[in-house]
């Protein structure tokens, strides 16, 4: 609704009394993924270094869009249903010198975003490995091995709720993204001793992210204007008949309906637009917003008998559905309003006196007529 129109709306929500909305639900089918992501570390002769893998991309899932035709959509939730797996291994070596452990660690966090919603799993998910020992002395160059150590399963599971003025963006007939991502990811490889000859400890550190997305639409079914109060009445003709000039009328009445359903999204009458003989037959019709389901709006319509002649005038009602939740999802409508009317002349006095003396003078003549036959 633009501004102009909204000029006009001096009374909202008129008529309005009618049941508290109820919204509707709908899920999309889940979309399952799987991605999986590492990052490695060497310490060489240092007793501890760290690597970083931050911000890889794990996957990138469509999740349905909603339908326009179902209702207008009012809100929108990404849920995530999934687990992480972690896993780390490394090795060891080492030159002539002092015996020492080589050992590593990994931690991680995840995240998922789409479109006005997202969600991270701050607190990190961490693994330690096994290690592994190097034996001391002459020994030459020596390596070992440890690992993999894989974790338990890390349930990730969130819901995030869509921007309202994100919206639009899930409403259509195909699938909006969803990008799920590890923030960070780190491994840590670690020395016990540094003394001697070249040493050096790596350690690799794996997730693994497995599991599916889904949207959840809230929506209400779209208004449904009439005016009739119980069936669907998109044009409506008002008749005042024939009636004398200057004769003092009384005007004849009429209500638009937004036909009740406790599901139903508000009626918005944005404009009114009038064509031929608007000047005779006029109407107080006045724009309104968020008109309730089950609720009604009363007009009336006048007929001008200043003058004569046959009149009519065409009414065209511009309406939507309230102005809430996503505009892509909001339908328009039209109504019809007729009005028509016959102003007829009043005889002037002299008229009928002529009347009445040539009425007269019929009489005469018939009765003479009889007499004469007889």
């Known amino acids: 609704m633009n501004n102009l129109t909204r000029i006009a709306l001096a009374t909202a929500l008129l008529g309005s009394a009618g049941m508290a909305q109820a919204q509707l639900n709908a899920s999309t089918a889940s979309s399952a993924f799987s991605g999986s992501a590492s990052a490695s570390a060497t310490a060489s002769s240092v007793a501890s270094a760290s690597g970083t893998n931050n911000n890889v991309a794990i996957a990138t899932v469509g999740v349905g869009q909603f339908d326009s035709s179902t209702g207008v959509l009012v809100g929108a939730n990404i849920q995530l249903n999934s687990e992480r797996l972690q896993s780390i291994s490394g090795t060891g070596s080492k030159n002539n010198g002092p015996g020492r452990d080589a050992n590593g660690s990994g931690s991680s966090t995840a995240a998922f975003s789409a479109s006005g919603a997202s969600s991270t799993f ?4 961490t693994l330690a490995g096994s290690g592994c ?6 020994t030459g160059a020596i390596s070992c091995n440890w690992g993999p150590t894989t974790s338990a399963a890390v349930a990730t599971n969130a819901t995030a709720a869509v921007s309202t003025s994100n919206l639009n963006d899930y409403v259509g007939n195909g699938s909006t993204s969803v990008a799920l991502s590890l923030p960070s990811l780190q491994a840590t490889s670690t020395l016990s001793r540094t003394q001697g000859q070249a040493s050096s400890s790596t350690s690799t550190y794996t997730v693994s992210w497995s599991g599916n997305l889904q949207a959840s639409y809230d929506y209400l079914l779209h208004a449904a204007p009439s005016f009739a109060n119980s069936s669907t009445l998109s044009s409506l003709t008002l008749d005042f008949g024939t009636v004398a000039q200057g004769a003092s009328i009384s005007p004849l009445s009429f209500s638009l309906f937004n036909l009740a359903g406790a599901n ?30 089950g609720g009604s709006s009363s007009y009336d319509a006048w007929l001008d008998t200043t003058s004569t002649g046959n009149f009519s005038s065409h009414y065209l009602l511009n309406l939507s559905d309230a102005d809430i939740g996503a505009s892509a999802t909001r339908k328009a409508y039209q109504l019809e309003l007729n009005l028509v009317g016959n102003v007829a002349a009043v005889p002037e006095p002299e008229s009928y006196a002529m009347l009445l003396a040539g009425l007269g003078m019929i009489g005469v003549i018939a009765r003479r007529r009889r007499e004469f036959t007889r």
């Open 264 to 293: 139903r999204a508000g009626l918005d009458l944005d404009s009114v637009s009038g064509s031929g003989n608007t000047g005779k037959l006029t109407t107080n019709l006045a724009g309104f917003i968020d008109l309730a389901q």
């Open 122 to 125: 701050a607190t990190p998910a």
């Open 133 to 138: 020992s190097l034996a001391m002395g002459p």
